[in-house]
């Protein structure tokens, strides 16, 4: 009897998981961000990267909203505040990619902050996420 309700609920467990899109969606991409140089002088220039790369049999949808809004403490400068399409760096690449040059202002640790949102698509459901990514920069 004990095996049967354990195999139930091992059943039950799959079922939910199987049918819930925003987990499956949220396990099926990774993020990847950093800033480079990580490190550097007052006055020198580096670049933000970020890029969204689709697991297995998903997808950013093509013409789903695509947005990144960036701010940072005050000793980092940004090119720019907001992302979109117009601004990737390769855009029919399968994984989207920005690259956002910013200055150092002042010395300590500055923090860039992303706010990522987009819509990540499988044959049988598409989702919308929002995710912040923060990004550390040392200024000397």
């Not at 899109?21 to 993020?31: F, I, K, N, Q, T």
């Not at 601004?87 to 690449?93: E, G, H, N, Q, V």
């Amino acid at each position: 009897m004990r095996l049967v309700v354990a195999l139930a609920v091992a059943l039950c467990a799959l079922v939910a998981r199987a049918a819930d899109p925003a987990a499956e969606a949220a396990r099926s991409y990774r993020l990847e961000a950093s800033a480079s140089p990580s490190t550097l002088k007052a006055g020198g220039a580096g670049v933000l990267h970020l890029a969204i790369e689709p697991g297995p049999g998903t997808h950013v949808h093509p013409q789903a909203p695509l947005k990144v809004t960036l701010s940072a403490t005050p000793g980092l400068v940004l090119s720019k505040a907001q992302l979109g399409r117009a601004d990737l760096a390769d855009p029919k690449a399968a994984a989207p990619r920005f690259e956002v040059p910013f200055k150092a202002t002042a010395a300590g640790a500055q923090v860039a902050t992303l706010k990522v949102d987009f819509f990540i698509c499988s044959d049988a459901w598409c989702v919308k996420q929002a995710r912040d990514v923060k990004l550390p920069v040392d200024v000397k």
